[in-house]
């Protein structure tokens, strides 16, 4: 089992927040194919599941973290037209992280290409940076990320998977998907194809918010309802992301889990300063 604590202020320009990563391979698979960095001079956050058991997905993911965190202390530097387009709705630092993601995926489908033992390997990626008070958070596959915001837990992403693809159509009903056999057919992931569609949003926090990435190993077997009690009754970070690990395999672990919990400062003062109506007075 890995586990990482960071309590993290770089600057006024960026929020007082605490973060405690936990990944454990499981009670049933043999090793643990995901992957996760922190980078705290960015506020940057990276989680990856990897795919394809033989086919080295503990490979693909520990590129997908490693060569966004490297693109982002290059400056985001991409190769092909399509990794640095831009969307003139996002800020730099959310179309900077796309790009890195797109980078990410040419160079685990290069590796497929050129080893043979690597051939089909995937991963799924979500990552989160924080700038002021904005989020930036990008993702492909069905790794997630979650809101905590007044004891309300809210999916910030939108799962690439078969059947979340059938629940959004209305063919399927959230219980009907959660014990479906097609449950692990993604229709989006890094290196499976030369280029990939990145999810991109961006979204304002508050004082208190939390957030959680996470791989599917901790949401298939964890209802929602017990994640957000966790989180909001868990003041401590690396508390929270221990019991959310351990809660996954009381219920049988049957797949690696990673979890990354972030939680900001209480300080509406700091808050304040990119958030003009987020008095320090409030209570």
Sequence with gaps: MSVSFVSFHLNAKQPQWDVAART???RVRPTNEDSY?????ESLFV???????AAKGEVASAIAVESVIASLRENGAAESPEESAANRGFSDETNSLVRAIKLANRKIHEQGMRDPACRGMGATIVAARITGSRLSLVHVGDSRAYLLRSDRLEQLTADHSLVAEQVRQGLMNREQAATSELQSVLTRALGTEESVEVDADEIELFPRDSLLLCSDGLTRMVP???IAGILAQTPAVRIAAERLVNRAN????????TVVVIRLSKSKSWFAKFV???SPNLV
């Design 276 to 278: 003009p109506w987020c």
């Design 47 to 53: 989680l990856s599941d990897g795919m394809g058991g």
């Design 250 to 257: 009381e219920y049988g672990g049957h797949d690696n889990v």
């Design 224 to 226: 929602e309802g017990e």
């Design 37 to 41: 960095r922190i980078f705290p001079e």
């Design 24 to 26: 454990d391979k499981g």
